[in-house]
């Protein structure tokens, strides 16, 4: 039985989940969409044979041929879609962040304790990255010790002349926030963001790159850096240092070059390239557990916790100092680890 997912936002990405959910993935197809540009939206139902259009994301949700939804609006309209969709009792999946303030995410939280059940996941996709997992797995086994510091980096080539200084942190470094808290299976309990050098690329005003310093609860320190005029390639780098040993991110290209007394690969374009797999693999998860009535994936609690780890980070932006993350009680629905 295929699943008929209603898909609110057609915009980039959410175009491209689309596209996974009708050509890449299997047991789903879009039985409806919408957009608050309909013109976008029309144009994408054209292409998929039967999908409704629908004139508001409310009208959507409540529509009985749509078993579970994907919100891919902009980041402040999620907590209106996400929660009608907790209201009807439907499934959906958001992309990140959950919603753009603490109290809108403690909103979700509450709503969905209230229902007794999950049913959102938030779209942290690098949980599903071959490599992340691979990291992940090395570092949960033990055979290296115990973990001490993570290093990373984030740097993307350029950005959008809508992309705002905040937004390093909490469009970019969310990804790394997120990462933190589940590599580890705790919560950040600091942040500290220091300002390097700003690159001669950035925008006036903005403090490009930043090095963002999270600790966790246990004193595993996990220093990020965040660039966003990185001009070269889209480039992610991990590394975990743990007391026996080291796991550290690969480089993504599939090949190696060697030639007149060099080596060389492919570093990705951007996101979508270097991410590919891990949206397929995220989405396909999704709709599998849709499909058998149960939740899977990044929680509205993992929301919540990332977007209030991301708000500390722009006070301590701010502030220049090293600044507490405050989480509220975890409620039991959410289990004990990050
Ligand atoms: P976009 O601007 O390309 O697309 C957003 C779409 O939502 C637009 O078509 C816009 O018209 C529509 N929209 C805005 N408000 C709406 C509303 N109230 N109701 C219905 N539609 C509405 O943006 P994007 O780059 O596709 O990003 C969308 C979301 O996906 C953002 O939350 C972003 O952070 C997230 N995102 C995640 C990743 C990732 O790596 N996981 C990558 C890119 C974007
Ligand atoms: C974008 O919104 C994403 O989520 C990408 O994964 C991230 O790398 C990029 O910096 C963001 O702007």
């Known amino acids: ?3 008929n997912v209603g898909v609110i936002g057609v915009g980039m990405i959410g175009q491209d989940h689309v596209r996974r959910l009708t050509h890449v993935l299997s047991g789903a197809r879009v039985a409806a969409v919408t957009d608050v540009d309909l013109d976008r939206a029309r144009a994408v139902a054209r292409d998929l044979p039967g999908a409704v259009l629908h004139p508001t994301g409310a009208a ?10 994907v919100v891919t609006s902009w980041g402040p309209t999620h907590e209106e879609y996400v929660l009608a969709c907790v209201a009807a009792g439907k499934q959906v999946f958001c992309e990140k962040p959950l919603a753009p303030t603490r109290v809108a995410c403690e909103r979700i939280v509450d709503a969905e304790t209230a229902a007794g059940r999950r049913l959102v996941m938030v779209g942290f996709m690098r949980r599903y990255d071959a490599q992340y997992r691979a990291m992940k797995e090395i570092v949960a086994g033990g055979g290296i010790g115990l973990p001490l510091l993570m290093h990373a980096a984030h740097r993307n080539p350029s950005v959008p002349d809508f992309f705002t200084s905040d937004m390093i942190i909490n469009d970019s470094a969310v990804h790394d926030i997120d990462v933190a808290r589940w590599m580890f299976d705790e919560e950040v309990a600091a942040v500290t963001v220091l300002k390097p050098r700003t690159s001669r690329k950035a925008k006036a005003g903005f403090h490009d790159p930043l090095l963002v310093l999270l600790e966790t609860v246990s004193g595993v320190l996990v220093d990020v850096e965040a660039s966003v005029n990185a001009g070269f390639a889209y480039d992610i780098r991990g590394e975990v240092v743990c007391e026996d040993g080291t796991v550290a991110l690969s480089e993504s290209a599939g090949a190696v070059v060697k030639r007149a007394g060099t080596y060389s690969g ?5 996101w979508q390239e270097r991410f590919v ?15 058998a009535d149960r939740s ?26 090293r600044e507490p993350v405050v989480l509220r ?10």
């Open 277 to 291: 797999r891990a949206f397929d693999a995220e989405l396909q998860c999704w709709v599998d557990a849709v499909a």
């Open 296 to 321: 899977t994936g990044p929680s509205a609690w993992d929301g919540y916790a990332a977007t209030v780890v991301c708000e500390t980070g722009l006070a301590a932006l701010r502030s220049g100092a």
């Open 329 to 338: 009680e975890r409620p039991d629905l959410y289990g004990s680890a990050a």
């Open 1 to 3: 039985m295929s699943i």
């Open 266 to 270: 492919r570093v990705p374009a951007d």
């Open 60 to 69: 959507l949700v409540a529509d009985p041929g749509v078993d579970a939804v």
